[in-house]
């Protein structure tokens, strides 16, 4: 199956900051890579996804960068929030069957 | 609201005993489902693919007697956990991919999760 790393496993930043979490694939098949953030106890939500057509996609403060040829996606958050504190993960494979990365708890501080 | 809810939110059982858990698309249909499990500060592992109207894959290194999957109709999948043990204890999340109406995107959505301790 698909090999998912992702980077950084902690992530403190001041806010208004921004905060970038950066991921790796191994199979050059996965055309799919949702963004997931997850608060304590509950499962995860989408918060926003790319597909393997595109470079870049973004939505009001978040988006995400694909590198096809280097296997590797990047999710940026810009003017973060106390609110956006959780833990995020990405994920590769195609839509219906994907793999979660090992996670990034984002802790902003106010 | 939900779109994807489990039954139950969180379940102790005693080793030995078998649990089931439930995975309900609520306003839509799933002919495919997936279950996952977490450990404490960790990554969801995919476990396996819930099929309608036939068998489960499994990921490999899953345990398909152990781990049995039924997906009864278009949605409703469920999970038990047979002679549970207590390395069995974990955080388990479904998901369904559908188009939940009035939200107009075709995504996968996942549960809340049911956290299962075994005693």
């Known amino acids: 199956g698909e090999n998912v790393e992702q980077h950084p496993s902690t992530l403190s930043v001041q806010e208004g900051d921004s905060a970038v979490i950066k991921c790796t694939y191994s199979d050059s098949a996965s055309n799919y890579f949702p963004w997931y953030k997850q608060e304590l106890g509950k499962g995860p939500q989408l918060i926003i996804d790319?597909?393997?057509?595109?470079g870049e996609k973004k939505d009001q403060r978040i988006a995400v960068t694909l590198n096809k040829t280097a296997k590797h996606f990047s999710l940026h958050i810009t003017e973060t929030q106390p609110e956006d504190s959780a833990v995020y993960f990405c994920?590769?494979?195609?839509?219906?069957?994907?793999?979660f990365g090992s996670g990034t708890k984002l802790n902003v501080k106010p | 609201g939900a779109v994807v809810s489990q039954h139950p939110s969180w379940v102790i059982c005693k080793s030995g005993t078998s649990v089931k858990i439930e995975c309900r698309s609520l306003d839509f249909q799933a002919t495919t489902m997936f279950w996952y499990r977490q450990f404490p500060k960790q990554s969801l592992m995919l476990m396996a693919t819930?099929?309608?109207?036939?068998?489960?894959?499994?990921e490999q290194g899953v345990e398909k007697d152990k781990f049995l999957i039924n997906h009864a109709s278009l949605t409703l999948s469920t999970l038990t956990v047979t002679s549970a043990h207590p390395e069995d204890s974990s955080f388990y999340i479904c998901?369904?991919?559908?188009?939940?109406?009035?939200?107009?995107?075709?995504?996968?959505?996942f549960g809340p999760g049911t956290r299962l301790t075994v005693t």
């Open positions: 819930s099929n309608e109207g036939s068998k489960a894959t499994y």
């Open positions: 998901s369904a991919p559908g188009t939940a109406s009035g939200r107009g995107i075709y995504e996968q959505y």
């Open positions: 790319i597909r393997s057509n595109v």
């Open positions: 994920a590769a494979g195609d839509f219906n069957k994907f793999y």
